[in-house]
């Protein structure tokens, strides 16, 4: 079980938004860099990066950023928004990216999904944003007819690495997790879910550490760990613990 740290770029900083609206954006850090050297130093081992102007855009717009964040941690990097071709997919890994997530591509072009992960094996994840149990795509400012569950099973046998399933209605507003939602698409898939949105609080690190949880990779925490809401060494150890009793 993977605690992701979260770094949400907007205009070249790191920002959380609230419930997914670009202006309502909270500025934690000008940084970016500098953020994810911190969270390596409190030991995450992974992180999850967003170029929020880039999912809008259709393309990226934070590079600068995130190359800056890349050469200042070693631990590998996930990022999503925007990238949405072949060629744009292979640029990022040249660059040093572990792995690439694909949102509204996934919806409009699920053949290109297929195609990637045969090109890169392991190092495609596919993001998935619903909101009343609906597929949004768009830096989810459009909804579709698209179910979660159904967008999921397209890419079965694919070779995704991993789904990132996010519930907008809880994103950034610290409401703990939708875990009826989130366990019922790992429960439909075998492709492993990492939950984001809404994780609020050390009780929620605690429910990921139960036998109910464990189809999950993991998931993802932005706005708890920047407010403080959950102390990163307890959260780990309680995660690290959780991994030696179940070895």
């Known amino acids: 079980m993977i605690l992701f740290p979260a770094i949400d770029l907007k205009d070249g900083q790191c920002v959380r938004l609230k419930l997914g609206d670009m202006e309502q954006a909270t500025v934690y850090n000008s940084d970016p860099a500098a953020q994810a050297k911190t969270f390596e130093e409190q030991g995450f081992e992974w992180l999850h990066v967003v170029d ?12 600068a950023a995130v190359e800056a964040i890349l050469k200042a ?10 990238i949405r071709t072949l060629a744009h997919i292979e640029s990022w890994l040249s660059k040093g990216l572990a792995r690439v997530i694909l949102g509204t591509v996934a919806v409009r072009d699920p053949a290109l999904v297929i195609e990637a992960c ?11 944003d619903a909101k009343g149990g609906k597929v949004a795509v768009e830096g989810w400012a459009e909804a579709s007819e698209l179910g979660v569950i159904e967008l999921a ?19 950034g507003v610290l409401a703990g997790i939708n875990w009826e939602s989130t366990l019922s698409l790992a429960d439909a898939v075998s492709i492993p879910v990492i939950a984001s949105g809404g994780l609020a609080s050390i009780e929620d690190i605690r429910r990921m550490t139960k036998p109910f949880a464990t189809k999950l990779e993991g998931a993802i925490s932005g706005r708890a760990l920047y407010d403080g809401r959950i102390d990163p060494a307890e959260a780990l150890a309680m995660l690290r613990q959780a991994k030696e009793r179940a070895a």
């Open 52 to 63: 929020l102007n880039g999912a809008f855009a259709g393309t990226s717009v934070n590079g």
């Open 73 to 82: 941690t070693k631990n590998p990097v996930q990022l999503g928004g925007g």
């Open 118 to 128: 045969k090109k890169f094996p392991g190092k495609i994840a596919v993001g998935i």
């Open 153 to 171: 099973r397209k890419f079965e046998g694919a070779g995704v690495a991993a789904i990132i399933y996010t519930d907008i209605d809880r994103d």
